[in-house]
């Protein structure tokens, strides 16, 4: 039975806007309070997942959430009638207005870590939903992602969604930005890596890390975290592997491991500062995967730092692209890329050697998604990868999953429903629930997934 590779795209959400809400993710920072382009932004997202479709990859989507979240306004005491609650808001905590129009649910890098059946001991896909309890914004889509998740895997036979980790700093779970898997083919059993940024359960000690040195940025995925998840998913505790970031990458704006490292069957393109103890973790993923049933060597490939900064790679995001396998093609890959490497000097220059050397990665393509990247996502946050045997993918609903048919609909329903220009005045604009209230009700047809009365209130 064919094991594939599906990747899952979060859509763009109508409320796509610049509020500046991740301390730590550089690109939010400093867009904040711009201009965003909501329909622009959806188109992109929408041309990148056709670019991947067109490979011969399977390519579904995750729909977003919808903000504003009305919902969790009124469980904070905010009361009225829809307009009214939102005028009470954005006068009295436009900050927290802020939060609840967020459109971040579209990095579904974020969304979960998911495990494939050939990794797992109860033969399911295992998958626990981020509960992103470290940030206000993010930690509010935890229940409707699970609801999502539910939705598109509901078959019980086949795959095991979980309800979040417990929301706490302890266990503070980012989801897949933060694990990368290697295999020899995505049908085999194969090694996971578990990357985090800090010990959740270790008492504080003020702003300084273990050597004393001072903290920019906290680590968001905690060690305990990581681990928690490994138990759930019954993985082999023979073919787990934990990292933990350097403080000198976090600080450089690496708040996910997915942003300074990408990885696929037996290749790991990292930068040289991205992880402590380097030397230890690339040697045990070697003899790790080495035991696993006809895997090839473990290839890591090293952009060092004289070659691209952590800043550089925190602005452009070369680390945050998709490698991906090429169908028909064994032993190939493409890295699909932002378009923002192509006009970075030192970007396109370490592009251009890792093609030219010998390894897997034979092609680089560009993709532009400048709207995300502007708000601290590139490609590989936007989407969520799962292996999926042919049974598996015949289990998932079947509307989610993208044809040339489906992209046309899906343009034609954000051209219909979404503004061009959304400043963050907008966010207060009454007009604003209601739009988004029938743009998720015609998505909702569309895909044939109830979302939930939560999501389009």
Not at 21 to 30: E, I, Y
Not at 145 to 166: A, K
Not at 332 to 356: G, N
């Given at each position: 039975?064919?094991?594939?590779?599906?990747?899952?795209?979060?859509?763009?959400?109508?409320?796509?806007?610049y509020?500046?809400?991740s301390?730590g993710?550089?690109?939010?920072a400093?867009n904040?309070?711009?201009?965003?382009?909501?329909?622009?932004?959806?188109?992109?997202?929408?041309?990148?997942?056709?670019?991947?479709a067109?490979?011969?990859?399977?390519?579904g989507?995750?729909?977003p959430?919808?903000?504003?979240?009305?919902?969790?306004?009124?469980?904070?005491?905010?009361?009225?009638t829809?307009?009214?609650l939102?005028?009470?808001?954005?006068?009295?905590?436009?900050?927290l207005?802020?939060?609840c129009?967020?459109?971040?649910?579209?990095?579904?890098?974020?969304?979960?870590?998911?495990?494939?059946s050939a990794?797992?001991?109860?033969?399911?896909?295992?998958?626990?939903p981020?509960?992103l309890?470290?940030l206000?914004?993010?930690?509010?889509?935890?229940?409707?992602?699970?609801?999502?998740?539910?939705?598109?895997?509901?078959?019980?036979?086949f795959?095991?969604?979980?309800?979040?980790?417990?929301a706490s700093?302890?266990?503070?779970?980012?989801?897949?930005?933060?694990?990368?898997?290697?295999a020899?083919?995505?049908?085999?059993?194969?090694?996971?890596?578990?990357?985090?940024?800090?010990?959740?359960?270790k008492?504080a000690?003020?702003?300084?890390d273990?050597?004393g040195?001072?903290?920019?940025?906290?680590?968001?995925?905690?060690?305990e975290?990581?681990?928690?998840?490994a138990?759930?998913?019954?993985l082999?505790p023979?073919?787990?592997?934990?990292?933990?970031?350097?403080q000198?990458a976090?600080d450089?704006g690496v708040?996910?491991?997915?942003?300074?490292?990408?990885?696929?069957e037996?290749?790991?393109?990292?930068?040289?500062?991205a992880?402590?103890?380097?030397?230890?973790?690339?040697g045990?993923?070697?003899?790790?995967?080495s035991?696993?049933?006809?895997?090839?060597a473990?290839?890591?490939?090293?952009?060092q730092?004289?070659e691209?900064?952590?800043?550089?790679?925190?602005?452009?995001?070369?680390?945050?692209?998709?490698?991906l396998?090429?169908?028909?093609?064994p032993?190939?890959?493409?890295?699909l890329?932002?378009?923002?490497?192509?006009?970075?000097?030192?970007?396109?220059?370490?592009?251009?050697?890792?093609?030219?050397?010998d390894?897997?990665?034979e092609?680089?393509?560009?993709?532009?998604?400048?709207?995300?990247?502007?708000?601290?996502g590139g490609?590989?946050?936007?989407?969520?990868?799962?292996a999926?045997t042919?049974?598996?993918l015949?289990a998932?609903?079947?509307?989610?999953?993208?044809?040339?048919?489906?992209?046309?609909?899906l343009?034609?329903?954000?051209?219909?429903?979404?503004?061009?220009?959304?400043?963050?005045?907008?966010?207060?604009d009454?007009?604003?629930?209601?739009?988004?209230r029938?743009?998720?009700?015609?998505?909702?047809?569309?895909?044939?997934?109830?979302?939930?009365?939560?999501?389009?209130?």
């Amino acid at each position: 039975m064919q094991t594939r590779e599906v990747n899952f795209d979060g859509l763009v959400g109508p409320t796509h806007n610049y509020a500046g809400l991740s301390p730590g993710n550089l690109l939010s920072a400093r867009n904040a309070l711009d201009v965003a382009h909501p329909r622009a932004a959806a188109r992109q997202g929408l041309a990148k997942m056709r670019k991947v479709a067109e490979l011969g990859l399977v390519q579904g989507v995750i729909p977003p959430q919808s903000r504003p979240d009305l919902g969790t306004l009124r469980r904070l005491g905010f009361t009225g009638t829809d307009e009214a609650l939102l005028a009470d808001v954005a006068r009295t905590d436009p900050a927290l207005l802020s939060a609840c129009c967020s459109a971040s649910g579209m990095w579904t890098a974020n969304a979960a870590t998911i495990s494939p059946s050939a990794d797992t001991d109860s033969g399911r896909v295992e998958i626990t939903p981020a509960n992103l309890s470290t940030l206000f914004h993010r930690a509010i889509e935890a229940p409707g992602t699970t609801r999502l998740l539910r939705g598109i895997f509901p078959d019980e036979r086949f795959f095991s969604v979980h309800d979040p980790l417990v929301a706490s700093a302890a266990f503070s779970d980012e989801g897949a930005a933060n694990h990368t898997r290697f295999a020899r083919g995505h049908e085999h059993p194969g090694v996971e890596f578990f990357v985090y940024g800090r010990d959740g359960l270790k008492v504080a000690g003020g702003d300084h890390d273990a050597t004393g040195s001072s903290i920019r940025f906290q680590g968001r995925q905690t060690r305990e975290a990581s681990e928690a998840v490994a138990r759930r998913h019954g993985l082999d505790p023979a073919r787990v592997v934990y990292g933990r970031q350097t403080q000198e990458a976090i600080d450089a704006g690496v708040f996910h491991n997915d942003v300074i490292a990408v990885g696929n069957e037996n290749v790991l393109l990292y930068h040289e500062n991205a992880y402590c103890d380097t030397d230890r973790i690339l040697g045990e993923l070697r003899a790790r995967l080495s035991e696993c049933p006809g895997s090839e060597a473990f290839l890591p490939l090293c952009v060092q730092n004289q070659e691209l900064s952590l800043e550089d790679a925190s602005a452009c995001y070369l680390f945050n692209s998709q490698l991906l396998s090429l169908p028909g093609r064994p032993g190939s890959m493409m890295l699909l890329v932002p378009s923002d490497c192509l006009e970075h000097k030192k970007a396109s220059r370490v592009l251009e050697r890792i093609v030219r050397e010998d390894n897997p990665i034979e092609s680089v393509e560009y993709v532009d998604v400048r709207q995300s990247m502007r708000n601290g996502g590139g490609p590989a946050c936007l989407r969520l990868r799962v292996a999926l045997t042919d049974d598996e993918l015949a289990a998932v609903h079947p509307g989610v999953l993208l044809d040339e048919a489906a992209f046309t609909r899906l343009e034609s329903w954000v051209d219909r429903n979404y503004r061009e220009d959304l400043a963050p005045a907008d966010l207060a604009d009454p007009a604003l629930p209601g739009e988004v209230r029938v743009a998720m009700s015609e998505l909702s047809e569309l895909l044939g997934l109830a979302l939930g009365q939560e999501e389009i209130v």
